[in-house]
């Protein structure tokens, strides 16, 4: 997803059925250029979920649909002027389904008698960073060289000695 800059989309639009489809494309575009592209579906259909009840129920078919995005939540609004429509006559499927695909939605009325009735979905922003830091590869100032001669013990023998003085080494017997 894309960085967390907050993103507006407005859109006007007049309801019919063959418009349903075009806003649905319009909206899924944005929410993919804005890189929330597993937000296209719950969004599109609960749009659509509320234009459909708008083109069969109201009288005035001029809808205003508006998108915000601040990084951690996308809330989606549908606006239309219908009077005699309230959300508690919608039909109980629009309503239940926004409920169900959505982390919260909720109505409010307008100052010219219409109604708003809006969404929000949880999204991250970002690509999500790795858990484990990856170790830097050694760089040829940063090596050293390997001792060139083992610690000796106490109960060391000639031999053994000699070994790990050049570096080599050899099993040490067990005393007898």
Same mark, same amino acid.
């Given at each position: ?118 969404? =929000?979905? +949880?999204?991250?922003?970002?690509? #999500?960073? !790795? /858990?484990?830091?990856? %170790?830097? *590869?050694? =760089?040829? +100032?940063?090596?050293?060289?390997? #001792?060139? !001669? /083992?610690?000796?013990? %106490?109960? *060391? ?15 040490? %017997?067990?005393?007898?």
């Amino acid at each position: 997803m894309k960085t967390a800059a907050p993103c507006y989309y407005h859109l006007d639009v007049e309801v019919s059925p063959e418009r349903i489809g075009h806003v649905r494309r319009i909206l899924a575009a944005h929410l993919r250029y804005w890189d929330l592209e597993i937000l296209v579906e719950p969004v599109c259909q609960c749009a659509e979920a509320l234009l459909r009840t708008i083109d069969a129920h109201a009288a005035d078919k001029n809808t205003t649909i508006e998108m915000w995005w601040n990084g951690h939540h996308l809330i989606t609004a549908v606006q239309d002027s219908e009077r005699d429509i309230r959300p508690h006559y919608a039909p109980s499927g629009c309503l239940a389904q926004i409920a169900a695909l959505s982390n919260g939605w909720g109505c409010c009325a307008t100052d010219a008698g219409g109604k708003i009735i809006w969404f =929000s979905q +949880r999204a991250r922003a970002g690509d #999500p960073a !790795a /858990l484990v830091p990856v %170790a830097p *590869a050694p =760089s040829l +100032r940063e090596t050293r060289p390997l #001792p060139r !001669a /083992l610690p000796l013990t %106490a109960d *060391a023998t000639g031999r053994e000695r000699e070994a790990a003085r050049d570096g080599r080494r050899e099993p040490v %017997a067990a005393p007898a």
